[in-house]
């Protein structure tokens, strides 16, 4: 494994830096911003697509992947963003939507004038299945000019591309080595457990169809080709893992299996969904939030598998909203989350704006939404009965675009990040939560975000290190241990918002890491603050 002491920041193009004034982030507004990132602690950008395409589901819906959509900048925007991020020792990842394309692809365009050839590019069929699509409705979608369905897992204007194909394997592997040859450095693949589809296509009598074709038979068989195939084996590589298991995760990430050197898979991040049902609110479960944390950080070190650990993205609200507290204890809870997960075993992906403690997006109105699925959802969950302030309510918890407002660079009209009226606009209640004025504040979330990943990457122990779960029933307090040959770290969180104690096994030594001023401890009992977190050696 060579990504443990490597840190990945996630950027959403759209909404991180706009350099030209149209109110939409660009590929050189990145350039202009690489410094930021290297005093973050960042070695590798995660990029979200640039490439050709409507942008019906902002760019994860691609009608050519070789040309930088003109939206983002050129290609040769794209070779100074690699060559600029490669001189402060930052690698770029780019992010391939392999299991879908657009619509508008020549692909599915030649396969609508009903060329066989491009037909068996995708997945036509005569009868739809009753599978639904996971923005709602159908995953059938029907052309007249054909008179046939074809398969959409997401939106009507994403086509699943038929991996069973060898010609759409190689067309894939092409658009790997160009860019490959280009510079990157990784890649980041989208929902690429789903690629391989059944045989044959069957109504779901228990669910939306997803058994189907979640984890499918050739999915390893078909990364390993395509890795192995573009020869990189050493890039950084990483699965989005839609509704995976653990079995499943450390076979795509072991490395003696030659597939990818990391997943990103969301148990943890389903513990507010009630009845795993994403758009039924509920308080999330911190204790099972914390069980399923302890049991697939065991489950992935027995197995050899590796995670790309991370609380936030571009699909995701903001986790200090959502697990933490915004309000009352906003830095205490962004910086516990922090400690919490990003010094487990794994690589850390941070969400521009994470590092901030940037809040959800605080929109009340259907019209300062832009993403496909929240607008698609407003109308189906009125359809089922809710009421529409009520739905408003769900959207302003679970919505998407809670993680796409502009990054706050400084406190001017619009936050440093265009000159102009932005693309989506912020509703934020944290007016402090901006680079400039944290950069000034050393007891800020984002010094102490740069203090922990300098921590993590100087410490064996916390990067390469196995990990344990000394108190796996210890209510409330999330406690384990990294140990590396003799050194061993021991990392303390109160995952709630009251204050609890716990019984020191053995005496502090030194503190390395807290987010409160003070530390508490009487005849052994330490007394946890709400969301304290503490990362200290014992003594010896
Ligand atoms: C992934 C992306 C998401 C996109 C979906 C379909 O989950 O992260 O943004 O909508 O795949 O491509
Ligand atoms: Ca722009």
Redesign the pocket.
């Known amino acids: 494994m060579h990504f443990e002491n490597k840190t990945i920041y996630e950027i959403y193009i759209k909404s991180f830096q706009d350099s030209n004034g149209d109110g939409i982030g660009d590929i050189p507004g990145i350039t202009s911003r690489l410094d930021y990132l290297r005093d973050l602690g960042v070695d590798y950008i995660w990029i979200t697509p640039f490439f050709m395409s409507p942008l019906k589901?902002n760019g994860?819906d691609i009608s050519d992947y070789y040309t930088v959509n003109p939206m983002f900048g050129t290609l040769s925007d794209l070779d100074r963003l690699i060559a600029e991020a490669d001189r402060r020792g930052i690698g770029i990842i780019l992010d391939m939507?392999f299991?879908?394309t657009s619509t508008q692809h020549p692909w599915f365009q030649k396969a609508l004038q009903g060329d066989p050839e491009y037909m068996e590019y995708y997945y036509f069929r005569d009868t739809p299945t009753n599978w639904h699509s996971k923005f709602g409705n159908s995953a059938w979608e029907y052309v007249p000019q054909r008179n046939k369905y074809y398969l959409h897992l997401?939106d009507k204007t994403?086509a699943d591309l038929n991996w069973s194909n060898k010609k759409v394997r190689d067309e894939l592997k092409k658009v790997l080595l160009y860019w490959k040859n280009r510079g990157v450095k990784g890649f980041r693949f989208?929902?690429v457990n789903l690629i391989s589809k059944p045989t044959s296509f069957r109504d779901d009598e228990q669910g939306d169809g997803r058994h189907f074709y979640t984890d499918g038979e050739n999915v390893h068989a078909y990364l390993r080709e395509l890795v192995t195939d573009t020869g990189i084996e050493e890039y950084l590589t990483i699965g989005?893992m839609?509704s995976s298991d653990l079995t499943n995760c450390i076979g795509y990430s072991r490395k003696q299996n030659r597939e990818l050197s990391m997943v990103f898979h969301f148990h943890h991040l389903k513990v507010d969904y009630k009845d795993m049902n994403k758009w039924e609110l509920m308080k999330p479960d911190m204790e099972r939030l914390k069980q399923l944390l302890i049991q697939w950080q065991t489950g992935m070190q027995e197995g050899g598998g590796w995670d790309a650990l991370f609380w936030c993205?571009?699909?995701q609200p903001r986790a200090v909203s959502r697990f933490g507290n915004d309000r009352q204890y906003w830095k205490e809870s962004a910086k516990m989350l922090a400690t919490a997960l990003y010094l487990m075993r794994g690589t850390p992906c941070i969400y521009q704006g994470e590092e901030l403690g940037q809040p959800n997006a605080g929109f009340t109105d259907i019209r300062q939404y832009r993403d496909v699925e929240s607008v698609n959802y407003y109308d189906i969950l009125q359809k089922e009965g809710k009421s529409r302030d009520e739905v408003l309510t769900i959207l302003s918890e679970r919505s998407r675009d809670n993680g796409r407002t502009p990054l706050c660079w400084d406190a001017s009209q619009y936050n440093g990040f265009s000159t102009v009226k932005p693309w989506i606009m912020s509703n934020s209640h944290i007016p402090e939560a901006t680079v400039t004025a944290e950069e000034s504040d050393p007891d800020s979330i984002l010094n102490y975000y740069k203090r922990l990943l300098k921590l993590r990457k100087e410490s064996s122990a916390l990067s390469k290190g196995s990990i344990t779960f000394p108190y796996p029933r210890c209510r409330d307090v999330l406690a384990y241990e990294r140990t590396w040959g003799p050194e061993k770290k021991q990392i303390l969180c109160n995952m709630t918002e009251n204050t609890v104690t716990f019984r020191l096994p053995k005496p502090m030594g030194t503190i390395l890491l807290h987010n409160r001023p003070d530390i508490h401890i009487q005849d052994e009992i330490l007394t946890l603050g709400p969301f304290e977190a503490i990362v200290y050696e014992e003594e010896t």
Do not use: A, I, L, M
Request: aromatic fraction near 14%; charge should be negative.
């Open positions: 589901d994860y939507v299991n879908h997401f994403q989208d929902v989005e839609s993205n571009h699909d």
